[in-house]
């Protein structure tokens, strides 16, 4: 079993900043990639930030410049640094993890339970 621990959610003032955290625990094998995703209201989950194995990065151009994701590979940790809020980056943010849990067994995709962001104007 793996399971994914996010941190760092909260209420914070349009151009201010917060810090996302993503702990996995359990079997895991190796990591191929790990990445945050947001939903808000009535609109469909959308692909924030990810972040390869080897370090390649890619973010949703409305977030490019503002946010930056990171990894403590050795914790199995991922982070979302978001600055500059704005209030449509309000929404449920969740971790994923692209991993595999034994060397026969092929990457599956887990995720977070999210957590919420909230900007004010």
């Known amino acids: 079993q793996v399971q994914l621990v996010e941190s760092g959610g909260g209420l914070v003032q349009a151009g201010g900043s917060l810090r996302l955290s993503c702990a996995a625990s359990g079997t895991i094998f190796s990591i191929n990639a790990m990445g945050w995703y947001r939903q808000a209201p009535a609109k469909q989950r959308e692909l924030v930030a990810r972040?390869?194995?080897?370090?390649?990065?890619n973010y949703a151009d409305s977030v490019k410049g503002r946010f930056t994701i990171s990894t403590d590979g050795a914790k199995n940790t991922v982070y979302l640094q978001m600055n500059s809020l704005k209030p449509e980056d309000t929404a449920v943010y969740y971790c994923?993890?692209?991993?595999?849990?034994?060397?026969?067994?092929?990457?599956?995709?887990?995720w977070g339970r999210g957590t919420q962001v909230t900007v004010s104007s």
């Open positions: 972040i390869s194995s080897g370090g390649s990065t």
């Open positions: 994923n993890f692209d991993l595999r849990t034994t060397w026969y067994r092929q990457a599956v995709d887990y």
